[in-house]
């Protein structure tokens, strides 16, 4: 059977890369803070734009429930 192409190909694999490139240097065992800053900085060098920490609304049935932060995007 045929494989279905990435529609954003280059983009996936630029993200899985930085990911794997953050793991292999630093290894297991830290705390979130450090991957998530190492993370930034690979996506950084990769010609990502990154925001941290974005407030987003969460709605349901058109009403404003409450609103979370994306840890990054």
């Not at 899985?16 to 998530?36: C, Q, R």
């Amino acid at each position: 059977m045929p494989q279905a192409e990435l529609i954003h190909k280059d983009l996936t694999d630029s993200v899985i890369g930085a990911f794997y490139k953050v793991y292999n240097g630093l290894g297991f065992g830290f705390l979130e803070n450090a991957y998530s800053l190492a993370m930034e900085r690979e996506l950084i060098k990769r010609g990502h734009t990154i925001v941290r920490e974005l407030p987003v609304k969460i709605r349901f049935e058109g009403e404003t429930l409450c609103c979370h932060r994306i840890d990054m995007l």
